[in-house]
C-alpha cells in the first residue's frame, strides 16, 4: 500500500532513522546504524541504535542511498489507446505531461530518487517542478533536445553545445550510431564528436554518447566525450581504451530490450519498431549480457547503472540491476554502489547525492531483505525520502510522530 506522497514537509527538528541494516553506497554494509536527517540533509551517522524517539523505525529493514538510474526517458508512455505515444496521435502537451508525472511518480516510488534523462525538452519544466514545487518524482537531470544530425559542421554544433546550455540543459546527449534496431553503425564523424564533446567541456557540461558499434565507442572516447551509452557491440580493445581515458560505460543488461518485446503490440508498426527491429532486439539480449561480462573483465572501466527506461519500463528499473547480477554474474554489493555512490560521481554529484554519510542529501530508501546478499529484495521497497522529504512509507506509522510531525 502507498502512503499519500509528500505528508511530511522539511522539518527543522531532527528526523531519526533506525535501520536494521546500513548500506553506505561506497561498499560497507553495517547492522543496526541510526541515521540523523535535518533540513534535507544526513547531519550523522551512529552506529548501533539510537537511544530515545526514533522518527522511522527502519529496524527491520536495509537501508541504502536512494538509487541513481543515468539513463531514463519519462516522456516515454503509452496513450489511452494502449500503443505508444508519438508527436501525432492526439495526445495534448497537457496529456503528455499528465503522464510524465505518473512515471516520474513510479520511478520514485520504486526507490530511484534521481535520474538522468537524454533526450527530451519536456523535461525542463518537469525537472524544475520537481525541485522546486510539489511535483513527487525523483531528481531530473536533462539534455534536452539531444545533437544527432550528421549533416552539421563542427561549428553548427558547437553552437548548437552553446545554445543547450543557455537553455538549460544539464548535459549534452549525442547520438554517434544507429539504434540497434537498425544495426548500431557510426553516424558522426571524428571531427563532429570532437567539437560537441570539446565544446561541452569548455561550457563545463558532460556528454552522453548513444553508441553501439565498437568504431561508434571508440570516436566518442578519443573526443574525450564523458560517458557511453548502451555498447552492445563493444570490443575489448574498446572498452580498455575507455577504462584508460577514465570513460564511464553505461550498457543495459536486458530490461530494455525485454520491455519492448513484453510490449511489443504496444510499440510494433511505429517507425523502426518493425518486425525486423523487433528480432535485432531479441538477438540483442544474450550480447547485452555478453558485452556487461566483457566490460566488469575490463580492469578500471567505471560501468555505472543505467537502463533506458521507457514506456512499460517505469518504476521497473531495478530489474535491469537484477540482471547484472543474475544474468551478468555481478557481485550484488558491487552492483549497488554502481547505482549509487559512483552513479552520482559520473553525475558530477559525487559529494552531494548516493552516499548515506554527513553533509549528504537525505535521499533514502529501505527494503525488506538483505540486497547486499539477494538483490531481488531490491524490488520490495518499503520507504522511499528524497531531500528529507517522505514520499513512501508502507511500514506502521511510527507510535511517537507527533500530529504536528505527520502534517
Ligand atoms: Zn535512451
Known amino acids: 500500500m502507498l502512503s499519500a506522497p509528500a505528508v511530511l514537509t522539511a522539518q527543522t527538528a531532527p528526523v531519526i532513522i ?18 540523523v536527517v535535518q533540513q534535507g540533509a544526513i547531519s550523522r551517522v551512529d552506529r548501533g541504535r539510537a537511544a530515545g524517539t526514533v522518527t522511522y523505525d527502519l529496524s527491520h529493514y536495509s537501508v541504502l542511498p536512494g538509487l541513481i538510474d543515468g539513463h531514463a526517458h519519462l516522456s516515454w508512455y503509452f496513450n489511452r489507446s494502449g500503443r505508444y505515444h508519438t508527436p501525432n496521435d492526439g495526445d495534448t502537451p497537457v496529456q503528455s505531461m499528465l503522464a510524465m508525472t505518473g512515471n516520474a511518480f513510479a520511478t520514485l516510488t520504486s526507490g530511484v530518487t534521481t535520474i538522468q534523462s537524454p533526450g527530451s525538452p519536456e523535461d525542463k519544466d518537469l525537472r524544475d517542478f520537481i525541485a522546486t514545487g510539489p511535483t513527487p518524482g525523483p531528481r531530473i537531470l536533462t539534455s534536452l533536445q539531444p545533437i544527432s544530425s550528421p549533416r552539421l559542421t563542427p561549428d553548427s554544433l558547437r553552437e548548437i553545445v552553446k545554445r543547450r546550455k543557455a537553455e538549460g540543459a544539464d548535459f549534452i546527449k549525442i547520438f ?5 534496431r537498425d544495426g548500431g553503425a557510426l553516424t558522426l564523424t571524428q571531427e563532429q564528436l570532437d567539437a560537441i564533446c570539446g565544446e561541452a567541456k569548455s561550457q563545463g557540461l558532460r556528454t552522453l554518447v548513444h553508441a553501439h558499434s565498437a568504431e561508434s565507442i571508440k570516436a566518442a572516447t578519443l573526443a574525450g566525450c564523458t560517458q557511453i551509452e548502451h555498447g552492445v557491440f563493444a570490443t575489448d580493445e574498446v572498452l580498455r581504451l575507455m577504462a584508460e581515458r577514465g570513460t564511464y560505460f553505461d550498457p543495459q543488461c536486458g530490461l530494455v530490450f525485454r520491455n519492448y518485446l513484453d510490449n511489443r503490440a504496444k510499440y510494433e508498426g511505429i517507425g523502426n519498431y518493425t518486425e525486423a527491429g523487433f528480432a535485432a532486439m531479441e538477438k540483442a539480449i544474450p550480447l547485452a549480457v555478453a558485452a556487461f561480462k566483457r566490460a566488469r573483465a575490463t580492469p578500471g572501466l567505471k560501468i555505472v547503472w543505467g537502463t533506458d527506461a521507457v514506456a512499460g519500463a517505469h518504476g521497473r528499473n531495478v530489474e535491469d540491476l537484477i540482471c547484472r547480477v543474475q544474468d551478468g554474474g555481478q557481485p550484488p554489493l558491487e552492483a549497488i554502489t554502481s547505482a549509487t555512490s559512483l552513479g552520482a560521481q559520473a553525475l558530477g554529484l559525487g559529494t552531494q547525492i548516493g552516499t548515506i554519510a554527513a553533509g549528504y542529501q537525505a535521499d533514502l530508501i529501505a ?18 525520502m528524497k531531500g528529507g522529504r517522505v514520499y513512501r512509507w508502507d511500514g506502521l506509522r511510527p507510535s511517537n510522530a507527533t500530529e504536528q510531525e505527520r502534517n
Open 18 to 35: 533506525r535501520a536494521g541494516r546500513l548500506i553506505d553506497g561506497r561498499g560497507t554494509v553495517t547492522e543496526n546504524a541510526t541515521i
Open 176 to 180: 554517434a550510431s544507429q539504434s540497434i
Open 367 to 384: 527494503v525488506d531483505g538483505d540486497p547486499s546478499k539477494d538483490i531481488t529484495a531490491l524490488r520490495r521497497v518499503v520507504f522511499v
